[in-house]
């Protein structure tokens, strides 16, 4: 039963920090990024390659990572997004494409098997009989810490609230003078930071291959459904409803059937609420 | 006269905004009506209330007697009602016939399939309401404002409906559009239509109706003949925004 | 419905058959395979844009729609011995029917949602192939050892041939039909085609059964051609990628641009294949994919058409 509690907030703090990235980029740029678990797959083997291939040090192979998430997410809104103008259906299309694009370009650079990394902070303890492991704890704090962050930007701080007036009317924004296309990229730039960071603790939680970006994609995809676009306080309690579903189905049911839940949750979310439970009527 | 389309007591909320409140009228069989009101009256909603495209809260939409409230937008257009937009909505990727072929359609999956398109009565159409043969296979982009209300007018009256709501015909047209616009209504009113017609451009809309109703904020104000309803003291100072 | 159809678009047709069963003659038998390969696919991407790329519906479920035929006639002619004539329709029936009540929730949801679901949809199956009735699907491995329906290059030729030139030419017909102008209606805006008295949802739904029983029945023939299935290669990103690529390379919303972007990714994989033998010829395909589609979305279709009219 602890080890139930314990594991399932554990991975629910790592999930939200996999969605919260996602989320973002629903809501202010109100396109549905499918690349998004790209930017997870980029900083998982970026962090593998400065840190374990050329053996910097931890910190520094994190920060680059979340670096380099940042600088692709700005690319992807420069190069593909805003010349698509937020067609929706262009915008799935091509991100879609450009996934698999960043997946093959990884198996080119490093291959196809799966690598093992070194846990970002090693040392485990006991609580209560549960395995913590030091890895999965830091991802879980460092994620609350980013979500309640990221709360407090955008309600206390004058760029969130600028952020949170395009994501809510784009037009009236810009008639307040607030640049939309700025706003757009530093959300982009926010979101494959996160993305980044995400990925290198989800990869050091289960491995790094390069076809990992589907698991973290459909959680992402089902935390913003459920638990609204732009909702940070959704996003955690979503986050948590998987995760726990994970975990109970992992210990309880059958270790295979983990993921089933997830799907049939956005299934069946979508089907009685079509725009989702809190949604917007469209995207 | 007979009744054919009567609305009674409609209530419309979205969110915490009435957009319209305890609304009532009825639309005589033939007759044409104009329906006035300051932006943000509730016109709009009335018609797509109307249609089907948003559902009222409370209250009774009835045509020719049944209540529709229940029915889905096709099925009402079915029934004989059909609508113009206030920005037109062509279908952007296909000619002018084509856009008027989709509203001559029969909603049933064989007739779709195994009928054939009907070329005399696309261009029938197309010229009652002033197009030129030529302009068949122009694209929507490369038409004025007035052409395009025309051809969203062609695609309703296409549907077969006889009861016409149309939402600002006159907004964006040059004179010379609005006075033809004004005789395609007027032969239409002859042929027995019956019409719903929003304007703002009140002027225009005198010579076109037998009976005006005004709203401001949701309700009914003021309801009688062109002249009566503009003399009316609340719906001069609606007006005026006081 | 056969009013916009002419006998210079017949004689077209024709001209294409004689020229694709000539093709045994002419080509190597290694040809051959590629060329089988290339229909299925063809038939996969025409499935795909008959509801997407006309609806503007985007499925990313498509995988899920050929599996379901797929496993049906494998499971019902390898584990019970029911013949492929009767488990190959079966497969097709069930393909529609299944996926009509597993979509047609789904049909009312709009927009992004919709490729969502689908793409929620496809993962569940190939959880869900793995874990339930492993006995029948095989689970992880698959099936392997089903019943073949050709031997050799040249029979499969001609049985994919005439697979995909059927479902080519029906589904031209259609497009062809006033029901085909109201798909592509709802694609340029749903609301209008509501607004023009037509049932959208009907359209849909029939839009959806089209491109599923295409997709179950490609699905079924294909899987008595390899002669084995497997989760991995069914329900997966590539797959559908491949299939979605193909038909927007060659031109969304036509009849040749789906067969034609088969066709060219299908050779393209072939020729690369010595240099690159892995997925990271993926990385090839998504940047042509990736630039034709920003520079044109409709495809190759559009850019020689464009380019042909300024000539
Ligand atoms: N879909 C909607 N959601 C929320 N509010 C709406 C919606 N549609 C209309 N409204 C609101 O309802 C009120 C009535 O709008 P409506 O468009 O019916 O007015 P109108 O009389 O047609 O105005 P106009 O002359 O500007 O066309 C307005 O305050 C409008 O903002
Ligand atoms: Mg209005």
Redesign the interface.
């Known amino acids: 039963m602890t080890q139930i509690l314990i594991q399932g907030f554990l991975l629910s703090g790592l999930y939200a920090l996999i969605a919260v990235g996602f989320t973002l980029i629903f809501s202010v740029g109100r396109v549905l990024n499918l690349a998004y678990g790209a930017y997870l797959v980029i900083g998982g083997y970026a962090y593998f390659w400065l840190s374990q291939t050329l053996g910097m040090p931890k910190i520094v192979g994190v920060l680059l990572a979340i670096v380099l998430g940042a600088v692709i997410g700005i690319s992807k809104y420069r190069l593909i997004v805003k010349p698509l103008k937020g067609d929706h259906v262009a915008v799935e299309i091509s991100t879609l494409i450009l996934a698999v694009v960043v997946q093959a370009g990884i198996v080119l650079l490093f291959g196809d098997a799966s690598k093992i990394l070194h846990p970002i902070v090693s040392g485990v303890s006991r609580v209560g009989g549960a395995t913590v492991t030091y890895n999965i704890l830091t991802a879980a704090v460092v994620s609350w810490v980013i979500l309640i962050g990221l709360y407090l930007f955008v309600r206390f701080t004058h760029l969130g609230r600028a952020l949170e007036a395009v994501s809510m009317d784009v037009k009236g924004a810009a008639i307040s003078g607030v640049d939309p296309d700025q706003m757009n990229q530093l959300t982009w730039a926010i979101s494959g930071a996160l993305g980044a960071l995400a990925g290198v603790f989800f990869a050091s939680y289960t491995q790094l291959y390069p076809g990992m970006w589907v698991t973290p994609l459909i959680i992402a995809v089902a935390v913003v459904i459920v638990g609204g676009i732009g909702s940070i306080l959704g996003t955690l309690l979503v986050a948590h409803i998987i995760g726990f579903m994970e975990v109970i189905s992992t210990s309880l049911i059958a270790a295979e059937l983990r993921g089933v839940f997830t799907m049939l949750l956005i299934i069946v979310v979508l089907i009685i609420r079509p725009k989702g439970l809190f949604g917007r009527a469209e995207l | 006269m007979s009744t054919i389309l009567s609305l009674a007591g409609i209530v419309k909320r979205f969110g915490g905004l009435v957009a319209t409140n305890d609304l009532s009228f009825d639309v005589a069989q033939g007759e044409s009506l104009g329906l006035i009101g300051p932006n943000g009256a509730g016109k709009t909603t009335i018609f797509s209330l109307i249609?089907g495209?948003h559902r009222q809260n409370e209250g009774t939409i009835s045509l020719d007697g049944n209540e529709i409230s229940s029915l889905?937008?096709?099925?009402r257009?079915?029934r004989g009602i059909?609508?113009t937009?206030q920005v037109p909505?062509?279908?952007?990727?296909?000619t002018v016939a084509?856009n008027i072929?989709?509203?001559l359609?029969p909603?049933s999956?064989r007739?779709?399939?195994?009928?054939?398109?009907d070329p005399q009565a696309e261009l029938d159409l197309a010229q009652s309401v002033g197009f030129s043969g030529d302009d068949l296979d122009r694209y929507p982009s490369e038409l004025s404002m007035g052409d395009l209300r025309k051809l969203e007018l062609a695609?309703t009256l296409?549907?077969?409906?006889r009861v016409i709501l149309l939402d600002e015909v006159f907004a964006g047209l040059t004179a010379g559009e609005i006075s033809q616009m004004a005789d395609l209504i007027n032969t239409k009113r002859k042929e027995g239509f019956t019409f719903v017609i929003v304007s703002h451009d009140l002027r225009s809309l005198e010579p076109l109706v037998d009976r005006v109703i005004a709203m401001a904020r949701g309700a009914l104000i003021a309801e009688g003949d062109f002249t009566s309803v503009m003399n009316d003291e609340t719906v001069r100072s609606s007006y005026l925004g006081t | 419905?056969?009013?916009?159809v002419n006998w210079r678009h017949l004689l077209l047709w024709a001209v294409f058959a004689a020229g694709m069963l000539l093709l045994p003659e002419l080509v190597k038998k290694g040809t051959l395979r590629t060329i089988i390969m290339a229909q299925y696919l063809a038939i996969f991407a025409m499935s795909w844009d008959f509801l997407s790329g006309r609806t503007g519906y985007i499925s990313f479920g498509h995988p899920f729609l050929i599996g379901i035929g797929a496993y049906t006639t494998a499971i019902l002619s390898y584990r019970f011995g029911v013949p492929v004539e009767l488990s190959i329709p079966i497969a097709v029936a069930t393909t529609v029917v299944g996926s009509v009540l597993f979509f047609l929730p789904a049909l009312r949801i709009r927009g992004s949602y919709f490729a969502l679901v689908t793409l929620a949809f496809m993962e569940l199956m190939y959880q869900l192939t793995q874990v339930i009735r492993p006995d029948l699907t095989g689970g992880t491995r698959g099936i392997s050892g089903i019943e073949t329906l050709t031997r050799g290059a040249v029979n499969g030729f001609y049985l994919s041939f005439v697979l995909m030139f059927v479902t080519a030419f029906v589904l031209w017909l259609?497009s062809r039909?006033?029901?085909g102008?109201?798909l592509?209606?709802i694609s340029?805006?749903e609301?209008?085609?509501?607004?023009?008295?037509?049932?959208?949802t009907?359209?849909k739904l029939?839009a959806f059964c089209v491109s599923a029983a295409v997709a179950g029945m490609g699905g079924a023939f294909w899987v008595h051609y390899l002669g084995s299935i497997a989760p991995r290669a069914l329900f997966d990103i590539n797959f559908l990628f491949t299939i979605i690529v193909a038909a927007l390379i060659g031109g969304a919303s036509t009849i040749i641009g789906p067969m034609a972007g088969a066709f060219f990714l299908t050779f393209l994989l072939e020729y690369l294949r010595p240099f690159l033998p892995g997925a990271e010829r993926y990385l090839i395909y998504g940047g042509i994919a990736l630039l034709i589609y920003m520079y044109q979305p409709k495809g190759l279709f559009e850019i020689v058409s464009r380019l042909w009219r300024r000539a």
């Open positions: 249609m495209e889905p937008t096709h099925a257009i079915g059909s609508r937009y909505r062509p279908f952007a990727e296909m084509e072929r989709v509203g359609m909603d999956l007739g779709m399939l195994f009928g054939a398109s695609r296409a549907t077969g409906a | 419905m056969f009013a916009t259609l039909s006033r029901l102008t109201a592509s209606a340029m805006n609301d209008a085609v509501a607004g023009s008295g037509l049932n959208t009907k359209l029939f």
